[in-house]
């Protein structure tokens, strides 16, 4: 399974894009979204990774992260989005996030 890699800058800017990104992947079966990259990311681009999630899970698809930035982890935690998008929860992960926007 390959992963489809998410770009360094997922800010309110990126949200349009990052959603047609996902959308060809909905039908997917399994599917690893690859987020090592991130270094910004903006509520509402976490919101389209919310849906797109929650959508595939309700379609009995599975979705998991093959790589995350602690930027995105730290903005899931801070969120309380975390346990939707999968994401392990570390109370050692506990920095600021400078870049959350």
């Known amino acids: 399974m390959s992963a489809v890699p998410l770009g360094a800058d997922l800010g309110i800017e990126a949200a349009t894009d ?5 959308a060809p ?5 399994q599917l690893a979204l690859d987020a090592s990259a991130v270094q910004r990311v903006h509520t509402a681009s976490l ?9 595939r899970q309700q379609a009995g698809h599975r979705t998991e992260f093959s790589e995350t930035s602690p930027t995105l982890r730290d903005a899931a935690r801070l969120l309380g ?19 959350a926007a």
Request: hydrophobic share 35%.
């Open 18 to 22: 990052l959603k047609q990104q996902l």
């Open 25 to 29: 992947h909905l039908a997917q079966p």
């Open 47 to 55: 919101q389209v990774l919310c849906t797109f999630v929650r959508e």
């Open 81 to 99: 989005v975390a346990e939707q998008l999968g994401l392990p929860s570390s109370e050692n992960n506990r920095q600021a996030v400078e870049n």
